[in-house]
């Protein structure tokens, strides 16, 4: 299904979904590194981000051809906990994929929210990604490829439904309240994950059906549902969706 820039593919179930995810990461990587020296990506939590990553670090083709020592892995967001915790994003990815693959240790750019105040792990983020980007004061970063997920509510990354974050247009980083969960959130702000030069949402399960549709063939209430921030710049904007998911689309 193709609209004016959005590209969405429907496959068979959420292992389908992480494959295709795990397939084009390594393509674009060979791709880009043809001509820069690295790769920066941007990853998110969820369960399948999870198995793509444990398919890119097992499965013998993917993990040979994957470019390890030129792909520099961030975070798109993470929860406010130390990086051994059992809800840390970094925990999960160095479990299922950084600790089982050739990563070397300065090509993981982890969001340090072990930092008992949010707002300066936040700013530590930002000032990573000036220092990793060389940016210049009003300067946003161009990741090579940003992934993301949509929760039931909404949701991408960190930006939550009406949350402060969502009107953030100067900071590359930012602390969310998220008043659900009763803490902090670490997030990268819309103006950075749609300065990317894609961004590929990955949506499985019948219960991100309904949000979906909305999403994407709805009215634009950003504050309501924030994935429909996303709307890449210049960038390409990608949808894997399971079969379960997409079952509420219309296809307009
Ligand atoms: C996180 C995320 C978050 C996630 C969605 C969807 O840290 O939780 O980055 O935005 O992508 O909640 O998660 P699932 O794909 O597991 O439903």
Known sequence: MQTKNKDIQIVENAEAVSRAAAEILVSLALQKLKSKKSFAVALSGGSTPKRMFSILANEGALREQMPWDRVHFFWGDERHVPP?????????????????APVPFENIHRIRAENPDARKAADDYEQELRGFFKLEAGQLPAFDCVFLGMGPDGHTASL???TKALHERKRL???NWVDKFESYRITMTAPVLNNADIVIFLVSGEEKAEPLQVVLEGDKHTDRFPSQLIEPTHGKLLWFVDRAAAGKLRGQ
């Open 84 to 100: 051994d915790h059992a809800d840390s994003n970094y925990r999960m990815t160095n479990e299922a994929m950084l600790s089982k």
């Open 160 to 162: 939550f439904p009406e």
């Open 173 to 175: 980083v930012v602390s």
